[in-house]
């Protein structure tokens, strides 16, 4: 699943998941699924590689370089290819509080 994506600067981005990230996406009800993929269109069209107070660059945790945190605790591991203009969803799911 890929989608075209336009930055600011006219560089186009494209996101594609992982197989293990679009399981991980099929767990949430279909209109939270919608808000996933809405916000991460938006928050990583520009930028994506540039860490902000939602975006963070991790130590290797063996699933992804960067995370992203969403709305209602959702937590999203992606790569990115700056020479490729690619984003890549690794994998997507929930924190849930102890």
């Not at 600067?9 to 209109?31: G, H, Q, V, W, Y």
């Not at 540039?50 to 945190?69: M, P, Q, S, T």
């Amino acid at each position: 699943m890929g989608a075209a994506l336009h930055t600011g600067e006219n560089t186009m981005f494209e996101i594609k998941f992982t197989d293990d990230a679009l399981e991980d996406l099929e767990i949430f009800p279909r209109s939270e699924q919608r808000e996933i993929l809405a916000s991460l269109e938006s928050q990583l069209t520009l930028d994506a590689a540039k860490e902000n107070e939602d975006r963070r660059r991790l130590h290797f945790n063996g699933v992804a370089e960067w995370e992203i945190r969403l709305d209602n605790d959702v937590r999203v591991f992606y790569d990115v290819d700056i020479q490729t203009e690619t984003v890549k969803i690794e994998a997507v799911g929930k924190r849930f509080l102890r």
